[in-house]
């Protein structure tokens, strides 16, 4: 979390992470600058261009590939706790996004990271992983030029995991992590495992490979890239790349969409009663009366509403900045807004849900689920 000016943000993949200053990522953690390199990038996803992933880690590696038409791969996953929500759907697009630009997509179930982390059982993440792969199967993930995956169930990431463990201390795993139970420190090797796997002769050998991620997640990355370099001479291994996108503030305001908040989020498979009336009770950055609104215009930096239809609903940039400028202006209000993002989600979650119906026996087949 970043707090007073005198002290660092904390980036915890387990806890709380609260950004509220992303400029100062780039120095109190070496992140370079996605917008740099934006200008190269043959075909930007709309959360690249629009600076949602604000941050990366090597990915000009990836990136020469791709200009190249070279192999290489995207690996992310999910942690299997619950219905797919706007962050899973998030990750989702962007793996499914470098797949569609050449990569092999890895797709990871951390099932381990889910007992270690939630406690939840494996029989349980597996059913929950049905769901999941059939919400990655519906967004468009090509599963012919993809390999998703338990990582309970795959032996090479556990192995892996075991080798990694030889070469990392308890001092260094409490400088990255801070003082954690040794469950998550295993799971953040196996981690390290799923994010190195792609590179193993069984998927064709080294290769840069881009891990898209929330940047409450960089200690894996930092972890991971240290023990590539450990590892080169064994498996000459490409360090890891990785872009960073922004955490969505809460439907209520809060900085973080947060599971024990449910009125912070919403799932895509919530009834659409209950969705509409998030939508209808969130914070915005509205003024407090019409006349107000009008005269002064609203704050879009601050709204939760506009958050959500920039980053996952309005496709053209030029309705994002109409919709951008129309609140600053005061010539959009809230109510009239809040009900047509309600509208457009709405109509979003009732497609999905439609077309995902039609992936569950694939996901079963998939995930060897009876
Ligand atoms: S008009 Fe829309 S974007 Fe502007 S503050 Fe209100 S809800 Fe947010």
Same mark, same amino acid.
């Given at each position: 979390?970043?707090?007073?000016?005198?002290?660092?943000?904390?980036?915890?993949?387990?806890?709380?992470?609260?950004?509220?200053?992303?400029?100062?990522?780039?120095?109190? $953690?070496?992140?370079? *600058?996605?917008?740099?390199?934006?200008?190269?990038?043959?075909?930007?996803?709309?959360?690249?261009?629009?600076?949602?992933? +604000?941050?990366? *880690?090597?990915?000009?590696?990836?990136?020469?590939?791709?200009?190249?038409?070279?192999?290489?791969?995207?690996?992310?996953?999910?942690?299997?706790?619950?219905?797919?929500?706007?962050? /899973?759907?998030?990750?989702?697009?962007?793996?499914?996004? +470098?797949?569609?630009?050449?990569?092999? @997509?890895?797709?990871?179930?951390?099932?381990?990271? @889910?007992?270690?982390?939630?406690?939840?059982? $494996?029989?349980?993440?597996?059913?929950?992983?049905?769901?999941?792969?059939?919400?990655?199967?519906?967004?468009? $993930?090509?599963?012919?030029?993809?390999?998703?995956?338990?990582?309970?169930?795959? %032996?090479?990431?556990?192995?892996?995991?075991?080798?990694?463990?030889?070469?990392? /201390?308890? @001092?260094?795993?409490?400088?990255?992590?801070?003082?954690?139970?040794?469950?998550?420190?295993?799971?953040?090797?196996?981690?390290?495992?799923?994010?190195?796997?792609? %590179?193993?002769?069984?998927?064709?050998?080294?290769?840069? /490979?881009?891990?898209?991620? !929330?940047?409450?997640?960089?200690?894996?990355? *930092?972890?991971?890239?240290?023990?590539?370099?450990? +590892?080169?001479?064994?498996?000459?291994?490409?360090?890891?790349?990785?872009?960073?996108?922004?955490?969505?503030?809460?439907?209520?305001?809060?900085?973080?969409?947060?599971?024990?908040?449910?009125?912070?989020?919403?799932?895509?498979?919530?009834?659409?009663?209950?969705?509409?009336?998030?939508? =209808?009770?969130?914070? /915005?950055?509205?003024?407090?009366?019409?006349?107000?609104?009008?005269?002064?215009? !609203?704050?879009?930096?601050?709204?939760?509403?506009?958050?959500?239809?920039?980053?996952?609903?309005?496709?053209?940039?030029?309705?994002?900045?109409?919709?951008?400028?129309?609140?600053? =202006?005061?010539?959009?209000?809230? !109510?009239?807004?809040?009900?047509?993002?309600?509208?457009?989600?709405?109509? $979003?979650?009732?497609?999905?849900?439609?077309? *995902?119906?039609?992936?569950?026996?694939? =996901?079963?087949?998939?995930?060897?689920?009876?």
């Amino acid at each position: 979390m970043s707090t007073a000016d005198n002290r660092k943000t904390v980036l915890d993949p387990w806890g709380t992470t609260v950004v509220e200053d992303y400029n100062r990522l780039y120095e109190e $953690f070496g992140i370079q *600058r996605f917008k740099s390199l934006l200008a190269e990038i043959p075909n930007p996803s709309m959360y690249m261009r629009r600076g949602v992933i +604000f941050g990366h *880690r090597n990915f000009e590696s990836v990136l020469e590939n791709m200009k190249r038409h070279e192999k290489f791969a995207v690996m992310s996953g999910i942690k299997p706790t619950g219905e797919f929500h706007l962050g /899973t759907l998030m990750t989702a697009r962007e793996i499914i996004y +470098f797949q569609q630009q050449g990569a092999t @997509a890895f797709y990871c179930i951390a099932d381990i990271e @889910a007992y270690e982390d939630n406690k939840i059982p $494996f029989e349980k993440s597996e059913k929950i992983a049905v769901g999941n792969v059939a919400d990655l199967l519906a967004l468009g $993930f090509d599963p012919k030029r993809g390999y998703i995956y338990r990582q309970y169930k795959e %032996q090479r990431v556990r192995n892996l995991a075991v080798l990694f463990g030889r070469s990392v /201390t308890l @001092a260094t795993m409490k400088a990255i992590y801070g003082e954690r139970n040794i469950g998550l420190y295993l799971s953040a090797l196996v981690q390290a495992g799923d994010i190195l796997m792609p %590179q193993l002769e069984d998927f064709d050998g080294p290769k840069p /490979t881009v891990v898209p991620v !929330g940047i409450d997640q960089d200690a894996h990355l *930092r972890l991971t890239r240290d023990l590539a370099s450990k +590892f080169r001479r064994k498996f000459n291994f490409v360090s890891p790349s990785s872009t960073y996108h922004k955490i969505m503030k809460g439907l209520d305001g809060s900085p973080k969409m947060a599971k024990r908040n449910s009125m912070s989020y919403f799932t895509l498979h919530e009834n659409p009663e209950s969705i509409a009336k998030k939508i =209808s009770n969130a914070f /915005t950055g509205g003024r407090p009366t019409v006349e107000e609104q009008r005269r002064l215009g !609203g704050v879009p930096e601050i709204c939760p509403i506009y958050e959500i239809e920039m980053y996952h609903f309005v496709e053209n940039d030029d309705d994002v900045v109409k919709v951008y400028n129309d609140c600053r =202006s005061g010539k959009l209000l809230c !109510g009239e807004h809040k009900a047509r993002t309600t509208e457009i989600v709405l109509n $979003f979650v009732k497609d999905h849900k439609r077309k *995902r119906r039609k992936f569950v026996d694939k =996901s079963r087949e998939i995930l060897q689920v009876a």
